[in-house]
Protein backbone atom coordinates (compact mmCIF):
# COMPACT_ATOMS: atom_id res chain seq x y z
CA UNK A 1 0.00 0.00 0.00
CA UNK A 2 1.11 3.32 -0.59
CA UNK A 3 2.11 5.66 2.20
CA UNK A 4 -0.29 8.28 2.17
CA UNK A 5 2.67 10.74 3.66
CA UNK A 6 5.43 9.94 0.91
CA UNK A 7 4.72 12.01 -2.67
CA UNK A 8 3.47 9.87 -5.15
CA UNK A 9 5.58 10.94 -7.96
CA UNK A 10 8.26 9.73 -6.36
CA UNK A 11 6.69 6.08 -6.45
CA UNK A 12 5.87 6.77 -10.40
CA UNK A 13 9.15 8.32 -11.58
CA UNK A 14 11.48 6.45 -13.64
CA UNK A 15 14.41 5.28 -10.73
CA UNK A 16 17.27 8.28 -10.77
CA UNK A 17 20.48 7.48 -12.98
CA UNK A 18 23.26 9.67 -12.41
CA UNK A 19 23.20 11.56 -15.65
CA UNK A 20 26.26 10.55 -17.19
CA UNK A 21 25.50 11.47 -20.82
CA UNK A 22 24.21 15.20 -21.29
CA UNK A 23 23.98 17.48 -18.39
CA UNK A 24 20.49 19.93 -18.12
CA UNK A 25 22.73 22.58 -19.38
CA UNK A 26 24.27 20.97 -22.47
CA UNK A 27 20.48 19.60 -22.94
CA UNK A 28 19.41 23.01 -23.06
CA UNK A 29 22.13 24.36 -25.13
CA UNK A 30 21.27 21.80 -27.76
CA UNK A 31 17.61 22.86 -27.50
CA UNK A 32 18.72 26.34 -28.22
CA UNK A 33 21.25 25.78 -30.93
CA UNK A 34 18.95 23.43 -33.17
CA UNK A 35 15.44 25.72 -32.46
CA UNK A 36 18.01 28.55 -34.13
CA UNK A 37 18.99 25.95 -36.25
CA UNK A 38 15.71 24.74 -38.06
CA UNK A 39 14.25 28.58 -37.70
CA UNK A 40 16.65 29.54 -40.77
CA UNK A 41 13.32 29.31 -43.22
CA UNK A 42 11.63 31.57 -41.09
CA UNK A 43 14.39 34.23 -40.67
CA UNK A 44 15.14 33.49 -44.94
CA UNK A 45 11.29 34.34 -45.44
CA UNK A 46 9.76 37.12 -44.82
CA UNK A 47 6.70 36.30 -45.43
CA UNK A 48 6.22 32.24 -45.81
CA UNK A 49 3.76 30.52 -48.19
CA UNK A 50 1.48 29.52 -45.23
CA UNK A 51 -2.44 29.87 -46.14
CA UNK A 52 -3.91 31.58 -43.04
CA UNK A 53 -0.78 33.37 -41.89
CA UNK A 54 -0.47 36.65 -43.93
CA UNK A 55 -4.23 37.08 -43.27
CA UNK A 56 -3.15 37.14 -39.68
CA UNK A 57 -0.59 39.43 -40.36
CA UNK A 58 -2.70 41.81 -41.88
CA UNK A 59 -5.30 41.71 -39.23
CA UNK A 60 -1.86 42.53 -36.58
CA UNK A 61 -1.28 45.52 -38.99
CA UNK A 62 -4.98 46.63 -38.74
CA UNK A 63 -4.92 46.76 -35.05
CA UNK A 64 -0.89 48.17 -34.75
CA UNK A 65 -1.88 51.19 -37.42
CA UNK A 66 -5.93 51.82 -37.19
CA UNK A 67 -5.38 54.86 -34.80
CA UNK A 68 -3.25 56.66 -37.21
CA UNK A 69 -3.91 55.42 -40.49
CA UNK A 70 -7.49 56.93 -41.84
CA UNK A 71 -7.65 54.47 -44.97
CA UNK A 72 -7.83 51.45 -42.75
CA UNK A 73 -9.80 52.78 -40.65
CA UNK A 74 -12.76 53.55 -43.01
CA UNK A 75 -13.04 50.26 -43.72
CA UNK A 76 -12.14 48.04 -40.57
CA UNK A 77 -12.79 48.55 -36.72
CA UNK A 78 -11.41 47.29 -33.73
CA UNK A 79 -14.23 45.58 -31.14
CA UNK A 80 -11.78 43.73 -27.72
CA UNK A 81 -14.09 40.80 -27.29
CA UNK A 82 -13.72 37.70 -24.84
CA UNK A 83 -12.61 35.56 -28.05
CA UNK A 84 -10.55 32.26 -27.49
CA UNK A 85 -8.39 33.43 -30.94
CA UNK A 86 -6.59 36.42 -29.02
CA UNK A 87 -2.85 35.42 -28.79
CA UNK A 88 -0.89 36.83 -31.64
CA UNK A 89 -3.72 39.79 -31.22
CA UNK A 90 -2.27 40.98 -27.66
CA UNK A 91 1.39 39.80 -28.94
CA UNK A 92 2.27 40.96 -32.55
CA UNK A 93 0.43 44.42 -32.68
CA UNK A 94 3.13 45.24 -29.56
CA UNK A 95 6.23 44.08 -31.81
CA UNK A 96 4.58 45.82 -34.83
CA UNK A 97 5.15 49.23 -32.21
CA UNK A 98 9.15 48.64 -32.40
CA UNK A 99 9.51 46.73 -35.90
CA UNK A 100 8.19 45.96 -39.56
CA UNK A 101 4.85 43.77 -39.22
CA UNK A 102 6.63 40.98 -41.23
CA UNK A 103 9.59 40.73 -38.50
CA UNK A 104 6.76 41.09 -36.01
CA UNK A 105 5.52 38.10 -37.05
CA UNK A 106 9.09 36.07 -37.60
CA UNK A 107 9.89 36.92 -33.97
CA UNK A 108 6.22 35.46 -32.92
CA UNK A 109 6.71 32.48 -34.79
CA UNK A 110 10.58 31.48 -33.43
CA UNK A 111 8.56 32.43 -30.51
CA UNK A 112 6.34 29.99 -30.45
CA UNK A 113 8.95 26.93 -31.83
CA UNK A 114 10.75 27.96 -28.41
CA UNK A 115 8.05 27.44 -26.70
CA UNK A 116 7.22 24.12 -28.02
CA UNK A 117 10.77 22.68 -27.55
CA UNK A 118 11.14 24.09 -23.87
CA UNK A 119 7.49 23.22 -23.14
CA UNK A 120 8.44 19.45 -24.24
CA UNK A 121 11.71 19.60 -22.31
CA UNK A 122 9.66 20.68 -19.39
CA UNK A 123 7.12 17.90 -19.17
CA UNK A 124 9.52 15.50 -19.63
CA UNK A 125 11.60 16.48 -16.73
CA UNK A 126 8.60 16.87 -14.78
CA UNK A 127 7.84 12.91 -15.25
CA UNK A 128 11.28 11.64 -15.23
CA UNK A 129 12.82 13.39 -12.48
CA UNK A 130 15.31 14.43 -14.66
CA UNK A 131 16.62 16.07 -18.46
CA UNK A 132 16.44 13.60 -20.87
CA UNK A 133 17.55 14.16 -24.43
CA UNK A 134 14.61 12.26 -26.39
CA UNK A 135 12.36 15.30 -26.70
CA UNK A 136 14.69 17.17 -28.91
CA UNK A 137 13.26 14.46 -31.12
CA UNK A 138 10.15 17.00 -31.53
CA UNK A 139 12.22 19.67 -33.53
CA UNK A 140 11.76 18.40 -36.77
CA UNK A 141 7.88 17.66 -36.54
CA UNK A 142 7.70 21.69 -35.33
CA UNK A 143 7.18 21.82 -39.55
CA UNK A 144 4.13 20.11 -39.73
CA UNK A 145 0.78 20.34 -41.75
CA UNK A 146 -0.86 22.16 -39.07
CA UNK A 147 1.68 25.10 -39.27
CA UNK A 148 1.45 25.12 -42.74
CA UNK A 149 -2.37 26.13 -42.97
CA UNK A 150 -1.40 29.06 -40.67
CA UNK A 151 -2.75 28.07 -37.17
CA UNK A 152 -0.52 30.52 -35.28
CA UNK A 153 -2.82 30.52 -32.14
CA UNK A 154 -3.26 27.26 -31.88
CA UNK A 155 -0.19 25.91 -32.21
CA UNK A 156 0.96 28.51 -29.93
CA UNK A 157 -1.20 27.09 -27.54
CA UNK A 158 0.11 23.79 -27.65
CA UNK A 159 3.39 25.03 -26.32
CA UNK A 160 1.77 27.15 -23.59
CA UNK A 161 -0.52 23.62 -23.11
CA UNK A 162 2.68 21.62 -22.77
CA UNK A 163 3.93 24.28 -19.87
CA UNK A 164 0.87 24.46 -18.16
CA UNK A 165 1.17 20.11 -18.37
CA UNK A 166 4.45 20.11 -17.18
CA UNK A 167 3.54 22.38 -14.06
CA UNK A 168 0.43 20.51 -13.17
CA UNK A 169 2.49 17.30 -12.73
CA UNK A 170 5.33 18.95 -10.49
CA UNK A 171 2.78 20.13 -8.15
CA UNK A 172 0.13 17.55 -8.33
CA UNK A 173 1.33 16.31 -4.79
CA UNK A 174 1.30 19.47 -3.04
CA UNK A 175 -1.52 21.44 -1.19
CA UNK A 176 -5.02 21.60 -3.26
CA UNK A 177 -4.64 25.60 -3.17
CA UNK A 178 -1.69 25.97 -4.56
CA UNK A 179 -2.18 23.10 -7.73
CA UNK A 180 -5.75 24.54 -8.24
CA UNK A 181 -4.50 27.96 -8.76
CA UNK A 182 -2.39 27.42 -11.20
CA UNK A 183 -4.31 24.95 -13.38
CA UNK A 184 -7.11 27.99 -13.32
CA UNK A 185 -4.17 30.60 -14.87
CA UNK A 186 -3.24 27.63 -17.32
CA UNK A 187 -6.97 27.41 -18.30
CA UNK A 188 -7.52 30.83 -18.44
CA UNK A 189 -4.73 32.10 -21.07
CA UNK A 190 -5.22 28.79 -23.19
CA UNK A 191 -9.10 29.46 -23.17
CA UNK A 192 -7.77 32.81 -24.93
CA UNK A 193 -4.95 30.82 -26.82
CA UNK A 194 -7.28 28.88 -28.80
CA UNK A 195 -10.41 26.30 -27.66
CA UNK A 196 -8.57 23.82 -29.45
CA UNK A 197 -5.11 24.05 -27.27
CA UNK A 198 -7.24 24.12 -24.12
CA UNK A 199 -8.36 20.84 -25.05
CA UNK A 200 -5.06 19.43 -25.43
CA UNK A 201 -3.78 20.53 -22.33
CA UNK A 202 -7.07 18.50 -20.89
CA UNK A 203 -6.03 15.52 -22.70
CA UNK A 204 -3.33 15.34 -20.61
CA UNK A 205 -4.42 16.05 -17.42
CA UNK A 206 -7.44 13.61 -17.85
CA UNK A 207 -4.68 11.24 -19.19
CA UNK A 208 -2.06 11.88 -15.89
CA UNK A 209 -5.45 11.35 -13.62
CA UNK A 210 -6.75 8.42 -15.02
CA UNK A 211 -2.92 7.14 -14.92
CA UNK A 212 -2.44 8.30 -11.25
CA UNK A 213 -5.90 6.59 -10.13
CA UNK A 214 -4.75 3.59 -11.47
CA UNK A 215 -1.59 3.68 -8.85
CA UNK A 216 -3.61 4.54 -6.02
CA UNK A 217 -5.80 1.54 -6.47
CA UNK A 218 -5.31 -0.32 -3.43
CA UNK A 219 -6.77 3.16 -1.53
CA UNK A 220 -10.24 3.51 -0.65
CA UNK A 221 -12.36 4.26 -3.82
CA UNK A 222 -13.78 7.32 -2.61
CA UNK A 223 -11.36 9.35 -1.76
CA UNK A 224 -9.80 8.86 -5.19
CA UNK A 225 -12.67 9.41 -7.24
CA UNK A 226 -13.29 12.53 -5.55
CA UNK A 227 -9.54 13.47 -5.81
CA UNK A 228 -10.27 12.49 -9.84
CA UNK A 229 -13.39 14.39 -10.19
CA UNK A 230 -11.78 17.58 -8.33
CA UNK A 231 -9.09 17.68 -11.02
CA UNK A 232 -11.26 18.87 -13.63
CA UNK A 233 -12.60 22.12 -11.63
CA UNK A 234 -10.06 24.29 -13.16
CA UNK A 235 -11.13 24.19 -16.22
CA UNK A 236 -14.73 25.06 -15.22
CA UNK A 237 -13.13 28.46 -15.67
CA UNK A 238 -14.15 28.42 -19.33
CA UNK A 239 -17.85 28.23 -18.64
CA UNK A 240 -18.11 31.75 -17.99
CA UNK A 241 -15.71 32.80 -20.46
CA UNK A 242 -17.38 31.26 -23.22
CA UNK A 243 -21.11 32.16 -21.75
CA UNK A 244 -19.72 35.88 -21.86
CA UNK A 245 -18.11 35.35 -25.55
CA UNK A 246 -19.42 35.72 -29.40
CA UNK A 247 -17.81 32.36 -29.68
CA UNK A 248 -20.86 30.61 -27.82
CA UNK A 249 -23.05 31.88 -30.90
CA UNK A 250 -21.01 29.50 -33.02
CA UNK A 251 -21.64 26.47 -31.29
CA UNK A 252 -24.61 24.90 -33.61
CA UNK A 253 -21.35 25.10 -36.30
CA UNK A 254 -20.46 21.22 -36.21
CA UNK A 255 -19.75 18.58 -38.43
CA UNK A 256 -18.67 14.60 -38.29
CA UNK A 257 -16.21 13.43 -41.17
CA UNK A 258 -15.02 10.54 -40.32
CA UNK A 259 -12.90 9.84 -43.69
CA UNK A 260 -10.27 12.25 -43.13
CA UNK A 261 -8.72 10.55 -39.67
CA UNK A 262 -5.67 8.98 -41.07
CA UNK A 263 -4.62 11.87 -43.18
CA UNK A 264 -5.12 13.92 -39.84
CA UNK A 265 -2.10 11.27 -38.28
CA UNK A 266 -0.37 12.00 -41.24
CA UNK A 267 -0.14 15.75 -40.94
CA UNK A 268 1.94 15.13 -38.03
CA UNK A 269 4.87 14.48 -40.30
CA UNK A 270 3.69 15.87 -43.74
CA UNK A 271 5.06 18.89 -45.35
CA UNK A 272 5.53 19.14 -49.72
CA UNK A 273 7.32 15.67 -50.06
CA UNK A 274 5.68 12.14 -48.97
CA UNK A 275 9.02 10.76 -49.29
CA UNK A 276 10.64 13.37 -46.49
CA UNK A 277 7.76 12.48 -44.21
CA UNK A 278 7.58 8.53 -44.26
CA UNK A 279 11.37 8.76 -44.15
CA UNK A 280 11.27 11.43 -40.99
CA UNK A 281 8.81 8.68 -39.84
CA UNK A 282 10.73 5.38 -40.25
CA UNK A 283 13.85 7.00 -38.82
CA UNK A 284 12.25 8.32 -35.94
CA UNK A 285 9.99 4.80 -34.91
CA UNK A 286 13.31 3.29 -36.23
CA UNK A 287 15.31 4.85 -33.61
CA UNK A 288 12.99 4.20 -31.14
CA UNK A 289 12.65 1.04 -31.66
CA UNK A 290 16.39 0.18 -31.53
CA UNK A 291 16.70 2.22 -28.50
CA UNK A 292 13.65 0.23 -26.80
CA UNK A 293 15.49 -3.14 -27.54
CA UNK A 294 18.56 -2.40 -26.27
CA UNK A 295 16.69 -0.66 -23.09
CA UNK A 296 18.35 2.67 -23.66
CA UNK A 297 15.04 3.93 -24.03
CA UNK A 298 12.58 3.88 -21.13
CA UNK A 299 8.77 5.57 -21.16
CA UNK A 300 6.62 6.74 -18.44
CA UNK A 301 4.02 4.55 -17.98
CA UNK A 302 1.80 7.71 -19.04
CA UNK A 303 2.56 7.07 -22.68
CA UNK A 304 0.01 4.38 -22.77
CA UNK A 305 -2.97 6.28 -21.28
CA UNK A 306 -2.27 9.25 -23.25
CA UNK A 307 -2.17 7.39 -26.15
CA UNK A 308 -5.40 5.66 -25.70
CA UNK A 309 -7.37 8.54 -24.09
CA UNK A 310 -5.90 10.93 -27.43
CA UNK A 311 -7.25 8.44 -30.01
CA UNK A 312 -10.59 8.16 -28.38
CA UNK A 313 -10.85 12.10 -28.11
CA UNK A 314 -9.08 11.77 -31.26
CA UNK A 315 -11.69 10.15 -33.23
CA UNK A 316 -14.95 11.31 -31.16
CA UNK A 317 -14.38 14.85 -32.55
CA UNK A 318 -16.24 16.56 -35.16
CA UNK A 319 -14.11 17.79 -38.58
CA UNK A 320 -15.52 21.14 -37.94
CA UNK A 321 -16.19 22.34 -34.79
CA UNK A 322 -17.50 26.10 -33.59
CA UNK A 323 -17.41 26.80 -37.42
CA UNK A 324 -13.92 25.96 -37.50
CA UNK A 325 -12.63 23.65 -39.68
CA UNK A 326 -9.84 20.75 -38.87
CA UNK A 327 -11.08 20.79 -35.19
CA UNK A 328 -10.28 17.38 -34.95
CA UNK A 329 -6.94 17.31 -37.49
CA UNK A 330 -5.22 19.54 -35.52
CA UNK A 331 -5.01 17.47 -32.44
CA UNK A 332 -2.57 14.61 -33.12
CA UNK A 333 0.44 17.33 -33.65
CA UNK A 334 -0.17 18.59 -29.79
CA UNK A 335 -0.98 14.62 -28.38
CA UNK A 336 2.33 13.63 -30.27
CA UNK A 337 4.73 16.35 -28.60
CA UNK A 338 3.08 15.04 -25.22
CA UNK A 339 4.24 11.59 -25.95
CA UNK A 340 7.57 12.40 -26.89
CA UNK A 341 8.18 14.26 -23.63
CA UNK A 342 7.12 10.08 -22.04
CA UNK A 343 10.68 8.97 -22.99
CA UNK A 344 13.76 8.51 -20.87
CA UNK A 345 16.47 7.76 -23.17
CA UNK A 346 20.10 6.87 -21.53
CA UNK A 347 22.98 8.68 -23.00
CA UNK A 348 25.79 6.97 -20.67
CA UNK A 349 27.35 5.00 -23.51
CA UNK A 350 29.14 7.22 -26.13
CA UNK A 351 27.97 5.24 -29.20
CA UNK A 352 24.61 5.73 -27.74
CA UNK A 353 25.26 9.44 -27.67
CA UNK A 354 26.68 9.71 -30.92
CA UNK A 355 24.03 8.06 -32.59
CA UNK A 356 21.15 10.36 -30.80
CA UNK A 357 23.25 13.13 -32.07
CA UNK A 358 23.90 11.86 -35.87
CA UNK A 359 19.82 11.18 -36.21
CA UNK A 360 18.92 14.40 -34.58
CA UNK A 361 20.76 16.10 -37.47
CA UNK A 362 19.82 14.06 -40.08
CA UNK A 363 15.95 14.61 -39.12
CA UNK A 364 16.32 18.33 -38.97
CA UNK A 365 18.80 18.44 -41.98
CA UNK A 366 15.86 16.61 -43.95
CA UNK A 367 13.29 19.02 -42.37
CA UNK A 368 14.90 21.72 -43.04
CA UNK A 369 16.03 21.16 -47.09
CA UNK A 370 12.51 20.65 -47.30
CA UNK A 371 11.01 23.71 -45.99
CA UNK A 372 13.97 25.78 -47.52
CA UNK A 373 13.72 23.84 -51.14
CA UNK A 374 9.94 24.78 -51.20
CA UNK A 375 9.80 27.81 -49.69
CA UNK A 376 12.83 28.98 -52.02
CA UNK A 377 10.68 27.80 -55.26
CA UNK A 378 7.61 29.02 -53.74
CA UNK A 379 8.78 32.37 -52.86
CA UNK A 380 8.85 33.83 -56.66
CA UNK A 381 5.49 33.66 -56.54
CA UNK A 382 5.35 35.31 -53.26
CA UNK A 383 7.53 37.80 -54.82
CA UNK A 384 5.33 38.61 -58.21
CA UNK A 385 1.83 38.69 -55.68
CA UNK A 386 3.63 41.59 -53.63
CA UNK A 387 5.09 43.06 -56.81
CA UNK A 388 1.07 43.09 -58.05
CA UNK A 389 -0.07 44.87 -54.81
CA UNK A 390 2.19 47.78 -54.88
CA UNK A 391 0.55 48.68 -58.24
CA UNK A 392 -3.07 48.75 -56.19
CA UNK A 393 -4.29 52.66 -55.08
CA UNK A 394 -4.12 53.03 -51.57
CA UNK A 395 -7.08 52.82 -49.77
CA UNK A 396 -8.61 50.75 -52.67
CA UNK A 397 -11.50 47.66 -52.54
CA UNK A 398 -9.98 44.45 -53.82
CA UNK A 399 -12.16 41.26 -54.35
CA UNK A 400 -11.15 37.99 -54.73
CA UNK A 401 -11.95 35.13 -57.04
CA UNK A 402 -10.64 31.81 -58.14
CA UNK A 403 -10.21 30.17 -61.34
CA UNK A 404 -11.99 27.19 -60.18
CA UNK A 405 -13.44 26.68 -56.85
CA UNK A 406 -12.10 23.39 -56.70
CA UNK A 407 -8.51 24.41 -56.76
CA UNK A 408 -6.51 26.34 -53.91
CA UNK A 409 -5.96 22.49 -51.61
CA UNK A 410 -2.52 21.38 -53.07
CA UNK A 411 0.07 22.42 -50.62
CA UNK A 412 1.89 24.18 -53.36
CA UNK A 413 -1.10 26.67 -53.53
CA UNK A 414 -1.33 27.53 -49.63
CA UNK A 415 0.74 30.47 -49.73
CA UNK A 416 -1.77 32.37 -52.70
CA UNK A 417 -4.97 31.65 -51.10
CA UNK A 418 -5.08 34.34 -48.36
CA UNK A 419 -2.10 36.78 -50.54
CA UNK A 420 -4.53 38.96 -51.25
CA UNK A 421 -4.64 40.40 -47.98
CA UNK A 422 -0.75 41.71 -48.52
CA UNK A 423 -3.01 44.95 -50.09
CA UNK A 424 -4.28 45.47 -46.51
CA UNK A 425 -0.60 45.55 -44.79
CA UNK A 426 0.88 47.55 -48.29
CA UNK A 427 -2.13 49.83 -49.57
CA UNK A 428 -4.24 50.17 -46.38
CA UNK A 429 -6.93 48.28 -49.09
CA UNK A 430 -10.20 46.57 -48.23
CA UNK A 431 -10.17 42.82 -48.66
CA UNK A 432 -12.78 40.54 -49.36
CA UNK A 433 -11.20 36.86 -47.97
CA UNK A 434 -9.66 39.15 -44.67
CA UNK A 435 -10.54 37.05 -41.56
CA UNK A 436 -13.78 39.32 -39.95
CA UNK A 437 -15.92 36.76 -38.67
CA UNK A 438 -17.97 37.28 -35.15
CA UNK A 439 -17.08 35.38 -32.92
CA UNK A 440 -13.53 34.43 -34.35
CA UNK A 441 -11.56 37.42 -34.94
CA UNK A 442 -11.95 41.13 -33.01
CA UNK A 443 -11.57 42.75 -36.40
CA UNK A 444 -14.91 43.55 -38.14
CA UNK A 445 -15.40 45.87 -40.92
CA UNK A 446 -17.43 49.21 -40.52
CA UNK A 447 -20.95 48.83 -41.18
CA UNK A 448 -21.25 50.43 -44.34
CA UNK A 449 -19.04 47.97 -45.97
CA UNK A 450 -20.44 44.54 -44.68
CA UNK A 451 -22.09 44.21 -47.59
CA UNK A 452 -18.82 44.02 -49.30
CA UNK A 453 -16.69 40.92 -47.89
CA UNK A 454 -17.59 37.40 -46.52
CA UNK A 455 -18.07 37.26 -42.88
CA UNK A 456 -18.76 34.00 -43.25
CA UNK A 457 -14.66 32.51 -44.25
CA UNK A 458 -16.26 30.62 -47.28
CA UNK A 459 -14.99 29.94 -50.14
CA UNK A 460 -14.48 33.00 -53.02
CA UNK A 461 -16.81 32.50 -56.08
CA UNK A 462 -15.19 31.70 -59.25
CA UNK A 463 -14.80 33.80 -62.10
CA UNK A 464 -17.47 32.42 -64.18
CA UNK A 465 -20.00 32.84 -60.90
CA UNK A 466 -19.15 36.28 -60.38
CA UNK A 467 -19.91 37.18 -64.08
CA UNK A 468 -23.59 35.35 -63.56
CA UNK A 469 -24.15 37.88 -60.64
CA UNK A 470 -23.53 40.55 -62.64
CA UNK A 471 -25.78 39.45 -65.69
CA UNK A 472 -28.82 37.14 -64.22
CA UNK A 473 -28.15 37.37 -60.51
CA UNK A 474 -29.43 33.75 -58.75
CA UNK A 475 -31.35 33.72 -55.58
CA UNK A 476 -29.63 33.21 -52.27
CA UNK A 477 -26.44 34.75 -54.13
CA UNK A 478 -23.99 36.51 -51.26
CA UNK A 479 -24.56 40.08 -51.35
CA UNK A 480 -21.28 40.77 -51.50
CA UNK A 481 -20.94 38.82 -54.94
CA UNK A 482 -23.78 41.34 -56.20
CA UNK A 483 -21.54 44.00 -55.46
CA UNK A 484 -18.05 43.15 -57.20
CA UNK A 485 -18.41 45.68 -59.83
CA UNK A 486 -18.23 48.38 -57.06
CA UNK A 487 -14.74 47.25 -56.32
CA UNK A 488 -11.57 48.49 -57.49
CA UNK A 489 -9.75 45.44 -58.40
CA UNK A 490 -9.85 41.86 -58.94
CA UNK A 491 -7.41 39.26 -57.85
CA UNK A 492 -7.97 35.68 -59.86
CA UNK A 493 -6.57 32.78 -58.08
CA UNK A 494 -4.99 29.55 -59.52
CA UNK A 495 -4.86 30.90 -63.16
CA UNK A 496 -3.54 28.99 -65.73
CA UNK A 497 -0.43 30.40 -67.55
CA UNK A 498 -1.89 33.28 -70.11
CA UNK A 499 -5.41 32.92 -69.41
CA UNK A 500 -7.63 34.92 -71.19
CA UNK A 501 -9.82 38.14 -69.71
CA UNK A 502 -12.81 36.33 -68.21
CA UNK A 503 -14.83 39.57 -69.19
CA UNK A 504 -13.29 42.43 -70.95
CA UNK A 505 -15.90 44.42 -70.79
CA UNK A 506 -16.00 45.51 -67.29
CA UNK A 507 -12.03 44.02 -66.90
CA UNK A 508 -8.41 45.35 -67.66
CA UNK A 509 -5.14 43.27 -66.96
CA UNK A 510 -3.27 44.65 -64.64
CA UNK A 511 -0.42 41.85 -63.89
CA UNK A 512 -0.54 38.37 -65.00
CA UNK A 513 1.39 36.50 -62.52
CA UNK A 514 2.19 33.10 -61.30
CA UNK A 515 -1.11 31.16 -60.98
CA UNK A 516 -2.88 34.18 -60.26
CA UNK A 517 -4.24 37.76 -62.23
CA UNK A 518 -4.69 41.14 -61.09
CA UNK A 519 -7.58 42.77 -63.29
CA UNK A 520 -9.14 46.45 -62.68
CA UNK A 521 -12.30 46.47 -62.69
CA UNK A 522 -13.99 49.24 -65.24
CA UNK A 523 -16.96 51.47 -64.37
CA UNK A 524 -19.35 53.50 -66.06
CA UNK A 525 -18.53 57.25 -65.64
CA UNK A 526 -21.45 57.79 -63.75
CA UNK A 527 -20.39 55.21 -61.07
CA UNK A 528 -19.76 56.33 -57.94
CA UNK A 529 -16.35 55.39 -56.67
CA UNK A 530 -16.26 56.60 -53.27
CA UNK A 531 -19.19 55.39 -51.42
CA UNK A 532 -21.33 51.80 -51.49
Not at 109 to 127: D, E, H, P
Not at 249 to 263: F, M, P, R, T
Not at 466 to 474: D, F, K, N, R, T
Amino acid sequence: MLSPNKPLIQEQAVPRIRPVGFSGPQIAVLGVVFTLLISIPIWTHPLPPLSDYVNHLARMQVIATISHNARLANFYEIDWQVIPNLTMDLIVPLLAHVMKIYLAGQVFMVAMFALIVSGTLALNRALIGRWSALPLFSLPLLYNYVFLVGLMNYIFGIGVALWALAGWVAVRERVWPVRFALSTTCATVLFFCHLSALGVYGIGVLSYEIFRLWQRRVEPWAGRIADFVASGLPFMVAAPLLYASPTLELAGGNYWEQGGKLQGLMYVFSNYSDIVAFGLMAIMIGSIAWAVRHRVLHFHPLVFVLTAVGGVVYFMLPRVMFDTYMADQRVPIGVAFMLLACGDLELRRRLVRRAFVAVLIVMVAARLMEIDLNWSQLSDSTSQFRSSVRRIAPGSKVFVAYADRSLGDSVSDLGLVHAACIAMIERSALVTTAFTVAGKQILHVRPQWRDFVDRYDGTPPSTAQLIVAAEHPLPNTPEFWLNWTKFDYLYILFTEDEAPNPDPERLKLVMDGDRFQLYRILKPRYANLDTP
